[in-house]
């Protein structure tokens, strides 16, 4: 059993997983999708949760010396990344809004949703790693590296 398996990180993924899920669910309460309509809230959901993925991921992995002596907690990625934004985007959400929208007679609005959020999920995560490596940049100063 590896170490990805141990206790304290399947708690840790869970506790991260629960909260995101937690957010998600609210989201959708505060901005329900009315029956038919475009899907804006878990679009949003998705590439929001993407680009914090892309950020969080250079936070964690490619942080500055200079900001703490101490590296990341090693539970802090799997329960910000694995379980946070994992629980609070959503796949099969994304999916099943996609049937809908291609079943209900709106292939372009279906095809447009599909390929969109991809798209744009991407975006965001690149947009995530891209301004979180320029911030430790500018923490770090010019010319120096991690």
Known sequence: MGARAEPPVVAAVAAGGALGASARYGAGLLWPTPEGAFPWTTFTVNVLGCALLGVLMVLLTEKPAEWSAAPPHPLLRPFLGTGFCGGFTTFSTYALETERLL???????????????????????????????????????PGRRP
Do not use: C, Q
Not at 107 to 132: C, D, M, S
């Open 103 to 141: 079943s209900a007679g709106d292939p372009l609005r279906g095809l447009l949703y599909l390929g969109g959020t991809a798209v744009t999920a991407l975006a965001a995560v690149r947009a995530g790693v891209t301004a979180a490596r320029a911030a430790t940049r500018a923490v770090r100063g």
